[in-house]
């Protein structure tokens, strides 16, 4: 199965639990206002948020669609439309192209949502395109932590850049750029220890990171990405405000969207921050990334066949 058909796999479940909680609310050959607010009760109730709910709404509203076609039919494709025409200004597959100046890229992210795995990944398509790839272990609070990292780079054959556990992440992160700019490095990956938004010195111990790049290169890091988990719900929505406060988030990655996780989520988000999204996890493996693609989103999410 390739990635696509994963995605579509994984979305199925929730796909149709979709499309069918619409077809329970258009069941009339015309679409009423009372119709109109149902739908978008219903777009708020799958997380798509009400700002693009509202706006979907009034779009099926203007459509006065002819009550001869199938509705339910053209509803699905103004929705789909919708979600392409949201989500396209935010791509960004650039981020995975080979960089000829080092490109430092901070992954963040609260507890569990798969930044070290998403590192892996990442690294696996960047490795692909000829880059050389760095990893720089700077969760060195919990000593698997770094078994984990040091397990993927042997994976997928990177380097890494890792100290004892209970060493100082913000002196790891310097080490790993310092080494990677001597030896031509196109990117370097920073692991951060999962950590809750509002525990402040963890907090503290982040923001340091990304300044003790800086020393080195006062555009580091190149990237911040903030790592979410599509089955966190509207709780993502928090995450995002809390860590772009501290560091500007610059591209977003949803994890674990295989399975019965819904992604309205990232309607709202992109409706809301406008953030790049940069890839979407759908597994464990090294494989289980798509590059964010706004059509292929959109045809998964809005699945009619
Ligand atoms: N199903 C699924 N599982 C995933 C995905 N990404 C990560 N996981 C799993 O989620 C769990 C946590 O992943 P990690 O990569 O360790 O998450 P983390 O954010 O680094 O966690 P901490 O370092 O403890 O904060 C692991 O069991 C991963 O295999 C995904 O896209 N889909
Ligand atoms: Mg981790």
């Given at each position: 199965m390739g990635i696509f058909d994963k995605f579509k796999f994984g979305f199925k479940k929730s796909a149709s639990a979709f499309t069918s909680g619409l077809k329970d609310i258009i069941i009339k050959k015309e679409i009423d206002d009372k119709t109109l607010d149902q739908i978008e009760e219903y777009l708020i109730q799958s997380d798509v948020g009400i700002l693009a709910a509202s706006e979907i709404k009034n779009i099926i509203a203007q459509e006065?669609?002819?009550?001869?076609?199938n509705i339910m039919n053209e509803i699905n494709i103004i929705l789909k439309n919708y979600i392409f025409s949201l989500m396209k200004?935010?791509?960004?597959?650039?981020?995975f192209d080979r960089k000829d100046n080092l490109n430092a890229v901070l992954i963040s992210g609260v507890n569990g949502v798969g930044k070290t795995t998403t590192i892996g990944k990442i690294g696996k398509i960047l490795k692909s395109n000829g880059s050389k790839v760095m990893f720089a272990a700077c969760d060195t609070f919990r000593a698997a932590a770094i078994e984990q990292l040091e397990s993927w780079a042997k994976k997928i054959n990177v380097e890494i850049i890792k100290s004892a556990q209970g060493s100082d992440p913000a002196s790891v992160a310097y080490k790993a750029i310092e080494e990677a700019l001597k030896n031509d490095f196109n990117h370097v990956l920073i692991d951060t220890a999962g950590r809750l938004q509002n525990k402040k010195n963890l907090m503290e111990e982040y923001k340091k990171i990304a300044n003790v790049t800086k020393k080195i290169d006062p555009n580091a890091p190149h990237d911040v990405i903030l790592v979410l988990d599509a089955t966190s719900g509207q709780n993502v929505i928090n995450q995002v405000e809390e860590f772009n406060k501290i560091i500007p988030i610059t591209g977003l990655i949803m994890t674990k969207l295989d399975g019965t996780a819904k992604g309205g989520i990232l309607l709202a988000l992109a409706k809301k921050y406008k953030l790049p999204i940069i890839a979407l996890g759908l597994g464990e493996k090294e494989d289980d990334l798509q590059i964010f693609d706004a059509e292929k989103f959109a045809e998964a999410f809005i699945q009619t066949n």
């Open positions: 006065k669609i002819d009550p001869k076609k200004p935010l791509e960004k597959e650039i981020f």
